[in-house]
């Protein structure tokens, strides 16, 4: 461990060591043993600064779709009766924006009644399970930080009326935080400030709790990764699937048309001749106005983090190095005199790996459109846009009764 701190320049951190006590030290090297450390590497080689040249990328229409859909389900359906398909749900992340205390599934959406995002996701699978006759298996990123709360909140409510023995549970690794000038910060003497690290390992966090095996022994090929937090998302959509299988397509993503050109949102389009997500702050202006001849926006469908990947492309990649997000965070620390600090500005980064970035190591992925307002309510904020009052909105007028 001394060897990879060093290799990082982040010794320091072991420099209470000496003081802690058997079982202090046993947490210590266990903490800096389960982190993921290459993430620090994200401050040689940031992931905004190396991006390639940028091509817009159409959609297969809701339109197309439509015409095509009878092939689509057939395709798909059968894919699910067989039994290739799984779900993974990302549940790992903090919610802060929300500042919600606890797991981001546990928020109750309902408004006479409770209804927990995690049950609106668990509904909406349970539709396409009831659909094709099968149970589709569902597997649940979270972090150190909420797995015991979130498994003992499934269990508590009886899986809301899944198949328990069809869930399983995995936890995502941590990462280090460090200041702005790269060195990683102690919490207290024996605990180093850490954060989930993002969504984008969540393949290797799968194989690492031996779900490889798993997913193998039930002869899935294809996982469908979607956020916790869009109370509408259509979860192994058969349409979506068939669609994906049928266009020979490595991957599939489903897509919103821009609501305007300055919407917050990451859009799919090519890099450098592959599929690629560039985010809406990475975009020129030029880039946010283009238009087609036809008048519509040429960048212009928004991902909704509703993605379709092969598990043999994703056994392929996983070694590969992600892009490292370095994020500016509030880091509650313990300073040079031991004292415990909660900074009212941000004093430090927490670095992360995205899903969307691995879209960009795919050779081809179909851009999927759907309907705004019956597939992406997601709940980002307390107030305001993506927020629990527009989530609740939406699935007022999708006929969900709260
Ligand atoms: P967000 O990017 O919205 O992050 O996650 P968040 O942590 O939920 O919210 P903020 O940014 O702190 O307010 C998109 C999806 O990715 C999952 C989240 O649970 C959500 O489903 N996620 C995020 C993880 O599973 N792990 C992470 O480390 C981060």
Same mark, same amino acid.
């Given at each position: 461990?001394?060897?990879?701190?060093?290799?990082?320049?982040?010794?320091?951190?072991?420099?209470?060591?000496?003081?802690?006590?058997?079982?202090?030290?046993?947490?210590?090297?266990?903490?800096?043993?389960?982190?993921?450390?290459?993430?620090?590497? !994200?401050?040689?080689?940031?992931?905004?600064?190396?991006?390639?040249?940028?091509?817009?990328?159409?959609?297969?229409?809701?339109?197309?779709?439509?015409?095509?859909?009878?092939?689509?389900?057939?395709?798909?359906?059968?894919?699910?009766?067989?039994?290739?398909?799984?779900a993974?749900l990302?549940?790992?992340?903090?919610?802060?924006?929300?500042?919600?205390?606890?797991?981001?599934?546990?928020?109750?959406?309902?408004?006479?009644?409770?209804?927990?995002?995690?049950?609106?996701l668990v509904q909406n699978l349970l539709q396409v399970v009831?659909?094709?006759?099968?149970w589709v298996?569902l597997?649940?990123?979270?972090?150190?930080?909420?797995?015991?709360?979130?498994?003992?909140?499934?269990?508590?409510?009886?899986?809301f009326?899944y198949?328990?023995?069809?869930?399983?549970?995995?936890?995502?690794?941590?990462?280090?935080?460090?200041?702005?000038? !790269?060195?990683?910060?102690?919490?207290?003497?024996?605990?180093?400030?850490?954060?989930?690290?993002?969504?984008?390992?969540?393949?290797?966090?799968?194989?690492?709790?031996?779900?490889?095996?798993?997913?193998?022994?039930?002869?899935?090929?294809?996982?469908n990764?979607? *956020?916790?937090?869009?109370?509408?998302q259509q979860i192994a959509?058969?349409?979506?699937?068939?669609?994906?299988?049928?266009?020979?397509?490595?991957?599939?993503?489903?897509?919103? *048309?821009? *609501?305007?050109?300055?919407?917050?949102?990451?859009?799919?389009?090519?890099?450098?001749?592959?599929?690629?997500?560039?985010?809406?702050?990475?975009?020129?202006?030029?880039?946010?106005?283009?238009?087609?001849?036809?008048?519509?926006?040429?960048?212009?469908?928004?991902?909704?983090?509703?993605?379709?990947?092969?598990?043999?492309?994703?056994?392929?990649?996983?070694?590969?190095?992600?892009?490292?997000?370095?994020?500016?965070?509030?880091? +509650?620390?313990?300073?040079?005199?031991?004292?415990?600090?909660?900074?009212?500005?941000?004093?430090?980064?927490?670095?992360?790996?995205?899903?969307?970035?691995?879209?960009?190591?795919?050779?081809?992925?179909?851009?999927?459109?759907?309907?705004?307002?019956?597939?992406?309510? +997601?709940?980002?904020?307390?107030?305001?846009?993506?927020?629990?009052?527009?989530?609740?909105?939406?699935?007022?007028?999708?006929?969900?009764?709260?």
């Amino acid at each position: 461990m001394l060897n990879t701190l060093r290799q990082y320049g982040q010794e320091h951190i072991i420099s209470y060591y000496h003081t802690l006590d058997t079982a202090g030290k046993a947490k210590l090297e266990q903490q800096l043993s389960g982190m993921d450390l290459s993430v620090l590497e !994200g401050l040689e080689h940031r992931a905004e600064e190396e991006r390639g040249s940028f091509m817009p990328l159409g959609a297969l229409t809701i339109d197309e779709i439509r015409s095509r859909e009878k092939l689509f389900m057939v395709q798909g359906l059968n894919a699910l009766q067989n039994g290739k398909v799984g779900a993974v749900l990302l549940a790992g992340g903090q919610g802060t924006r929300l500042g919600l205390d606890g797991p981001k599934g546990t928020l109750n959406v309902g408004i006479t009644r409770e209804l927990y995002l995690f049950e609106c996701l668990v509904q909406n699978l349970l539709q396409v399970v009831r659909r094709c006759g099968s149970w589709v298996p569902l597997y649940v990123m979270t972090s150190e930080k909420n797995n015991a709360d979130t498994i003992a909140f499934f269990q508590e409510h009886k899986y809301f009326g899944y198949d328990g023995s069809q869930v399983r549970f995995f936890v995502q690794e941590m990462a280090p935080c460090t200041d702005f000038s !790269g060195k990683m910060m102690l919490e207290a003497p024996g605990t180093v400030c850490s954060s989930p690290n993002g969504n984008g390992g969540w393949f290797s966090s799968m194989v690492r709790a031996g779900l490889l095996e798993d997913l193998k022994s039930r002869g899935v090929e294809w996982l469908n990764v979607f *956020a916790v937090d869009n109370v509408l998302q259509q979860i192994a959509d058969p349409c979506f699937i068939g669609a994906t299988i049928t266009s020979g397509c490595e991957s599939g993503a489903k897509v919103v *048309a821009k *609501a305007d050109p300055d919407e917050r949102v990451g859009v799919l389009c090519l890099e450098d001749g592959k599929p690629s997500i560039v985010e809406y702050y990475e975009m020129t202006e030029e880039m946010r106005t283009l238009r087609e001849p036809g008048g519509r926006l040429s960048y212009n469908y928004g991902v909704i983090l509703n993605y379709l990947f092969r598990v043999e492309k994703l056994e392929k990649i996983m070694h590969q190095q992600m892009p490292v997000h370095m994020v500016k965070k509030k880091i +509650p620390y313990m300073n040079e005199a031991g004292e415990q600090i909660k900074p009212d500005e941000p004093n430090g980064y927490k670095f992360e790996t995205l899903v969307l970035d691995m879209i960009h190591m795919q050779d081809s992925c179909l851009s999927y459109e759907v309907k705004r307002n019956r597939e992406f309510a +997601p709940i980002k904020n307390a107030t305001g846009v993506d927020s629990l009052e527009s989530a609740r909105e939406l699935l007022r007028f999708n006929g969900v009764s709260l």
